[in-house]
């Protein structure tokens, strides 16, 4: 499995945009980037997922660089229901079927 | 639309009972996994079903097990019970196949307590 560097923590004022970075340097060609968060006495929520190219949905973007060694998840405006522990997690899929979850980043909203 | 739905949600069993918990996937999702959540260990991945079929299995001991139904409905028992399976237990569910198959949807999670 690929490994993954994230910051332990982070703050962000409400309605801030937050940049949240991930590293995965021993990333497969094949391996997609998936994030997902997990608010506090919730399981973990799906946000977005890509392979190469930056992605867009309803909830945040996802930027991932051209050499797919980092990507940024940005949440355009931190909302207080934004703090949650955030997981970057490079994944396989077919054969694997496993989710291999690191420590993540605790995103902390100050109101 | 229904989501995952784990049951039950809290129970305290002692030392060396067995424990069956159940998860009920959103409607048309064939795969079912399951993680087991601790403060020192984190998320890890316990196993994942499909129609059925265990396809993956985590690094756990033989006392955990699992087991998929034809309606996709999944139940995973823990015997001999120990302290250390104090735990949260989450159950996410996807398609398993094709297009979004690999995007989970996860329970609220079993908080399994070991006295």
């Known amino acids: 499995d690929a490994k993954t560097t994230q910051p332990n923590s982070m703050e962000s004022n409400e309605e801030e945009p937050v940049h949240l970075p991930c590293n995965h340097s021993?990333?497969?060609?094949?391996?997609?980037i998936h994030w997902y968060r997990q608010l506090p006495s919730q399981g973990p929520e799906y946000v977005i997922h890509?392979?190469?190219s930056n992605v867009n949905n309803r909830m945040a973007s996802l930027a991932i660089a051209e050499d797919r060694k980092s990507s940024t998840l940005i949440l355009h405006r931190a909302t207080l229901r934004d703090a949650a522990v955030y997981y970057c997690?490079?994944?396989?899929?077919?054969?694997?079927?496993?989710?291999?979850f690191g420590k993540g980043t605790k995103l902390s909203v100050i109101p | 639309k229904a989501g995952v739905t784990q049951t039950p949600r809290y129970l305290i069993k002692t030392r060396g009972q067995q424990v069956t918990l159940s998860c009920s996937p959103i409607?048309?999702?064939?795969?079912v996994s399951w993680y087991q959540q601790t403060p020192g260990q984190g998320l890890q991945f316990l196993f994942e079903?499909?129609?059925?079929?265990?396809?993956n299995k985590g690094n756990f001991p033989g006392r955990f097990s699992g087991r998929q139904f034809s309606n996709s409905r999944s139940e995973m028992n823990v015997s001999t019970l120990e302290l250390g399976d104090s735990a949260l237990y989450l159950c996410?569910?996807?398609?398993?196949?094709?297009?979004?198959?690999?995007?989970?949807?996860f329970g609220a999670g079993s908080r399994l307590t070991v006295l």
């Open positions: 409607s048309g999702h064939r795969s």
């Open positions: 996410a569910s996807s398609k398993g196949k094709g297009p979004g198959a690999n995007v989970l949807t």
């Open positions: 021993t990333i497969s060609g094949t391996d997609y």
């Open positions: 079903y499909f129609s059925e079929t265990q396809r």
């Open positions: 890509g392979l190469t």
């Open positions: 997690i490079p994944y396989t899929g077919a054969g694997s079927y496993q989710l291999t």
